[in-house]
């Protein structure tokens, strides 16, 4: 464990959280971002670079502290929930407000689960806000729970069977109704201008907030301005209220390396440190008043995955290389093929672990240790290729399908993330040493999400899915259903081949399975041994082949007051409360 001491960790016994300091107000905040944002309409958000931009305008019904890992009260106090576990009572806190004044009602609830439940909007929250149940003919389907609103501040859930990650399902943003409502209401049978409001080309006035700024400017490629939202309905211990910084700015680079620059020329407060540039960063602390706290490892699983979809295009351009991906021993071979420990030491400077599952170590709650582990073995490799069938009939040192072509393909990465395009080119060296072509070809993230997520929409012609293979990661959770989207054989992040009306796949039939079974086991200790067997077959079966997790490293400047670093949190969860030491003011 390389986890700095002193480093709060809820995840093996309950922790308290340290009190907050009275602080004064004034001074700016200013981060960085990897990529433009493609929407400020979270909603309907499908990327990181939207997801982040979004996240300092919203607040939720309820959360789970990042630090402690309790879940509290939010825009809600924490609810009531009837003895058979099905019914959920919300209710808003007094006199909360939208950022522009107007009150925050039980109609913004409402309105925001009639969009998210509405089949015309492209949203990535509707599938985990499903609950399965039987179809009464033998099999299952995804029922929305049921909702409605008691009076003006109460708003009642009804899920048709006991659910155990209710409150994770339950603890939606709000939407205001009265700023969204006439967008959602342009519509046609099959769309809703709802997909398309609040798009990057939006006034800023009109983004209306519950969190605790408001977004005052943004330039494209360039920065995202945001000032305290005078409605924000946190207060501090005496009262007044949150947040104590007058401005948040947002600096958007085009890549890591630019980051790790702005933070050592003074420019940013915070900084993911990449583990190639711990060595440079480490030894600056003193000299740039920071100090970089490794956090342990983080839920982020890097994985290589490869598209298994015979209906995308690519597919179809090439059948025999797709039947290729779709044979186990081939994703056993590569993963045979994969050099992890060069990786750990050469990529990320021995700042990292090997990874062969879905859920990060980090996961202490969930995390099974004992999966198959297809670890580096070239022979093994090169056995498993020479079972398929595949030769080198000319010599050239790369396999040949059965129809005499080479086993040559392109693994796509985002360009703007150097740790992935380095592992990419450790890979494609592992790759070639067995025969296997993949040619790197990095490329912008939001072109990389363009053709990974496309929506297969009834009626309409097949999308292409237009990609072969890529080197990606997911950021995890404590809660395994939160993943469901990505796991469920009909989820949109179901990346290898998603939407599926019923289960390619024997191994997928039984993933859904288990995920039907975990949310609806109230019992922890069985909770655990149902995940523990989802990944099990996700390290048999290697729809995804996991490389590394890295450690998170994160150097804050010391200028900041209430800064309370988790392992689970890291070291802004609570900016709202982050306040400047140099800070004068007794008032906003």
């Known amino acids: 464990n390389r986890a700095d001491a002193g480093i709060s960790d809820a995840r093996g016994a309950k922790v308290e959280l340290p009190p907050s300091q009275p602080g ?138 006991p659910y155990a990650p209710a409150r994770e399902i339950l603890n939606l943003i709000p939407a205001p109704k009265h700023k969204l409502e006439a967008a959602y209401k342009n519509s046609t049978k099959t769309t809703t201008a709802f997909n398309s409001a609040w798009g990057v080309n939006a006034n800023p006035k009109d983004l209306i907030s519950s969190g605790p700024w408001i977004m005052t400017s943004y330039v494209s490629g360039q920065r995202i301005v945001y000032e305290r939202n ?11 209220p949150l947040p104590y910084l007058e401005r948040l700015v947002s600096l958007i680079v085009p890549d890591i390396n630019t980051q790790t620059l702005k933070f050592l020329g003074n420019e940013t407060d915070v900084l993911g440190v990449p583990q190639s540039d711990y060595i ?57 093929s994969i050099d992890r420990q060069k990786i750990v030491r050469n990529v990320f400077r021995g700042l990292a672990r090997p990874g062969f599952g879905p859920v990060s170590p980090a996961n202490t709650q969930f995390y099974n240790p004992d999966i198959p582990k297809y670890e580096y073995n070239p022979t093994k490799a090169k056995q498993l290729l020479q079972e398929i069938g595949l030769k080198d009939g000319n010599g050239d040192g790369v396999l040949e399908l ?32 067995v025969g296997l072509e993949a040619r790197l070809s990095p490329i912008n993230f939001n072109a990389l999400i363009g053709r990974v997520d496309n929506q297969v929409i009834e009626g309409q012609p097949y999308p292409p899915f237009d990609w072969q293979s890529m080197i990606l990661g997911f950021t995890g959770s404590i ?47 069985k909770r655990k041994e149902i995940y523990g067997e989802w990944q099990r077959i996700v390290a048999e079966e290697l729809p995804l082949i996991y490389t590394v997790v890295p450690d998170s490293l994160v150097a804050l400047r010391n200028r900041f007051g209430n800064v309370k670093p988790s392992a689970t949190g890291g070291v802004t969860w609570n900016q709202y409360e982050m306040f400047d030491l140099k800070a004068t003011k007794d008032s906003p």
């Open 24 to 161: 004064k107000y004034g001074g700016t905040f200013t981060d960085t971002q990897l990529s433009d944002p493609k929407t400020f309409n979270v909603w309907v958000s499908a990327d990181n670079g939207s997801s982040t931009a979004a996240a300092p305008l919203l607040s939720s019904l309820i959360n789970r502290n990042a630090y402690t890992l309790e879940w509290e009260a939010e825009l809600c106090d924490l609810p009531e929930v009837s003895a058979d576990g099905k019914v959920w009572t919300f209710r808003l806190k007094e006199g909360l407000k939208w950022s522009d004044g107007v009150p925050m009602t039980a109609d913004d609830i409402i309105f925001t689960l009639d969009v998210l439940f509405d089949e015309r909007v492209q949203t990535n929250m509707r599938e985990s806000m499903k609950v399965e149940v039987p179809d009464g003919k033998g099999g299952y389907k995804l029922q929305p729970f049921k909702y409605k609103k008691i009076d003006a501040r109460t708003v009642e859930f009804t899920l048709p069977v």
């Open 479 to 525: 809660e395994p259903h939160n993943g469901v989207n990505i796991w469920r054989s009909s989820g949109n992040l179901h990346q290898w081949e998603p939407y599926q009306k019923t289960p390619t796949r024997p191994w997928e039939a039984e993933i859904d399975r288990l995920f039907r079974e975990g949310a609806q086991e109230l019992d922890e200790a």
């Open 402 to 433: 059965p129809n005499g072509k080479p086993v040559r393909w392109t693994l796509i990465t985002n360009i703007e993330n150097k740790l992935r395009v380095s592992m990419g080119q450790v890979i494609t060296d592992d790759l070639r040493k």
């Open 280 to 336: 440079t960063v480490k030894p600056k602390e003193k000299e740039g008043n920071f100090t970089l706290r490794n956090l342990g490892p983080t839920f982020t699983t890097n994985y290589v995955g490869f598209n298994l979809n015979m209906r995308s295009k690519p597919a179809k351009e090439n059948p025999e290389l797709f039947k290729l991906f779709n044979d186990v021993r081939f994703r056993r071979a590569v993963s045979h």
């Open 230 to 240: 005078p409605h924000y309905w946190r207060k501090d211990a005496q009262g007044r």
